[in-house]
């Protein structure tokens, strides 16, 4: 007790420039205690009040590869890190949602996937999620047609695979059939991650397969203000579907205000095969969102909405395949698929969705930070036979969560958590897959790892219960 009561605090500095050049509000991240500060004028970063022992020091700027250092210091002690920065088109990838704790992909535990930077520049054009990661590595995709496609992780699908935008839940009830899809603008998405493994504990015990997780701009994952004003614009087209598109946006920052909006759209027509055109295989898709952020070095909150508007077709199959599925057992795709060959049917969907997300970090005592979040999901979707509506399905959801992340403590780290869920689910129609049902759901999760010298462990557990009250 005497040797903690006379130890010191101790602090890191240095600073961050390009060449000779001093480079101005690059973010330093200290890890353990994940804190964040941004360099001045002159490049010169601190941290101050630490306790004495190791830390991991990581300098990011948007266009510039990251740089990690390791620095000891001791009690009392003032230790001095300096980063050089160079240009680089691919920056090092950081996961933020594999175990709750932000590091490298090729340093987290659980197998995952990570797509940002050129790559999704290159995705820009897919109008749904399975498109996007088809070929992946364990990643493929069930479809009928672009506009429906979804993920098919380690060959789960439905409810074993978990789809979620900024770690929350979307609303689309794609797990129930194969024409309900998991439509996304890639021009609107920073990074795109697939979780495997332990960690996908925290986001739902249906997440058997693996967690997608499309996480938006760059405030999303440093949750801190860029003082001034930057924006983007971007097109793209295509010959082989007639693609056409383009999306642009722009924030503003003020000290530790940040306010953004962004906005575009895509379309394509039928595509083209070796074996001829896809007939009802077009999409169109807009998309705008808005939001406001404060920042500060012990406290976050955000306020978001978003609204996408889309209608894609689903191609017929061939009077001949309908009945091969058939002796296959397929019997309700079957029906489906009968009646998708006789009519011309398409699916126009909408989708509201408002966030409120805060929290605390820099924390003292035992916790590292806490982070709270509620969000809001309207799901629409209408099925137009030869342009009449058929079957209505609208999915309204509340989820809230909230996640608490442990300082290290030795060999121990980890997260833990509680998580919560209201849905009314109701579909008319021909085809109405199920009553209007109500979903309340309640889980308790954790997540801890202990890092040995040679040997990394991780457990976890999930203690959910699902109330389901189907109506008539």
């Known amino acids: 007790q005497d040797q903690v009561l006379a130890q010191k605090a101790a602090s890191i500095q240095g600073a961050v420039r390009v060449g000779n050049t001093p480079l101005h509000d690059a973010t330093v991240k200290l890890n353990p205690g994940n804190r964040t500060v941004q360099t001045d004028e002159a490049g010169h970063y601190e941290f101050t009040d630490l306790a004495p022992g190791e830390y991991e020091l990581i300098a990011h700027q948007h266009s510039f590869a990251e740089q990690k250092r390791t620095v000891k210091v001791g009690s009392g002690q003032t230790a001095r890190s300096d980063f050089s920065l160079n240009f680089a088109p691919i920056r090092q990838e950081v996961t933020v949602t594999a175990t709750g704790r932000e590091e490298s992909t090729l340093e987290t535990f659980s197998s995952v996937t990570s797509l940002d930077g050129q790559e999704l520049a290159i995705l820009d054009s897919a109008p749904a999620v399975g498109e996007m990661l088809d070929h992946g590595p364990g990643i493929a995709k069930r479809r009928f047609g672009p506009g429906s496609s979804r993920p098919v992780v380690r060959g789960f699908d439905g409810d074993r695979v978990l789809v979620l935008q900024d770690g929350m839940r979307t609303g689309p009830r794609s797990s129930q059939s194969g024409d309900h899809g998991e439509p996304v603008d890639g021009s609107s998405l920073e990074r795109v991650e697939v979780v495997r493994g332990p960690a996908t504990l925290l986001y739902g015990s249906n997440a058997i397969g693996g967690v997608v997780n499309v996480i938006t701009r760059h405030h999303e994952l440093e949750q801190h203000a860029h003082e001034g004003v930057r924006g983007h614009l971007g097109a793209l087209g295509g010959t082989n579907n007639a693609l056409g598109g383009g999306n642009g946006g722009f924030e503003i920052g003020k000290g530790n205000y940040l306010f953004w909006a962004s906005g575009g759209g895509q379309r394509t027509g039928d595509y083209n095969t070796p074996i001829g055109t896809i007939g009802n295989s077009g999409t169109q898709m807009i998309q705008t969102s808005t ?24 191609p017929s199959a061939p009077e001949e395949e309908g009945h091969d599925h058939e002796h296959e057992g397929e019997h309700d795709h079957d029906h489906e698929g009968e009646g998708h060959a006789h009519e011309n049917v398409r699916i126009d969907w909408r989708r509201h969705n408002a966030r409120f997300t805060g929290g605390f970090r820099n924390m003292q005592g035992w916790l590292e930070n806490v982070r709270t979040g509620v969000n809001y999901s309207d799901w629409r979707h209408k099925e137009l036979e030869s342009g009449v509506v058929g079957t209505r399905f609208t999915n309204q959801q509340w989820t809230w969560d909230g996640l608490f992340r442990q300082k290290k403590q030795g060999v121990l780290s980890g997260s833990f958590g509680v998580w919560g869920l209201r849905r009314d689910f109701k579909a008319v129609g021909d085809e109405a897959l199920a009553p209007p049902v109500g979903q309340n759901a309640f889980a308790l999760y954790s997540v801890e790892e202990f890092k040995f010298e040679r040997i990394r462990l991780q457990v976890g557990g999930r203690l959910e219960s699902n109330r389901y009250n189907p109506q008539g």
């Open 291 to 314: 939001g406001f952020g404060r920042y500060t070095d012990k406290t976050f909150l955000t306020l978001s909405y978003d609204l996408q508007d889309g209608l894609y077709g689903v």
